[in-house]
């Protein structure tokens, strides 16, 4: 899997204001090229989000900007530990010009409404910042993983405070209650369609050529799918196509299931409302 979310790491947070420009297109001049951001893929979507951790080298948000991509989703909390690089690279990255979003590792020694409160803390969330739940094994330490009824407390606690359910973003195999991960652990139970993550946008992580749907959101599709993970700049590549990111060491490539304009719909105030 993806072993540095599985370090811990996090935030501390600032609000965030509006991009100027982001009113659906990306800023005029900002050499955005809407072909190469195409999917190479079978299936169609927008190559032009990535996400990091405090463990990744950022060099030059700028240079994020120049080589497409538009979004930035950066981790913001595990358990209730907190990242210091987050409220520093958040600055950055809006003053380059990127949409910005935080994620949470879920755990299972603090209850889903505490890990809520700290995310929150962190992240400090704006209108136009997408929140994420990381639902997955935890490789280091199996016995922390956190559990489905934590997840959807961690779910409804942010919905409550915000108004908006956050992004889960998870494996087929994770969510289908399936053995998975190095360890081949499983989740205790399966997410279904009746669960308050399956009203949640889904980010996909599933790293084959066509991935696959988890049962609980069969009828809703992914919003992002994470078809590449954790790579270095030297060997980042899907097939013979270089993946690697100008101004960060490596990272994660994310398709949206969507077009530009729509890309900072989502961003802008419409990611997860309710």
Known sequence: MISRRNLFGGLAGLGLPALAGCGGTPPKGSGFDHAAATSRHAVPGLDAVIDISHNVTVTDF??????????IIHKVSEGDWIDPSYATRRRQAE????????????TR?????EQAATFLAACQPGPATVMALDLEPN???PANTMRLGQAEEFVLAVQRATGRLPLVYTHPAW???????????NLDRPVTPGSLLSRCDLWLADYRETPEIPHAWADRGWRLWQYAADETAAN???GSEPRAVAGVGHCDRNLFAGDTAGLYRFWNGKAGTT
Do not use: T
């Open 175 to 185: 969510a289908n209650g399936e053995r998975y991960g190095r360890r081949r652990l």
């Open 62 to 71: 700028a240079a994020v900007r120049r080589s497409n991509i538009l979004a």
């Open 236 to 238: 980042f590549a899907h």
């Open 95 to 106: 003053a380059a010009g990127l949409l910005w979003g935080g994620y949470h590792f879920g």
């Open 109 to 113: 020694q603090y209850s889903g409404a």
């Open 139 to 141: 490789e280091r330490k």
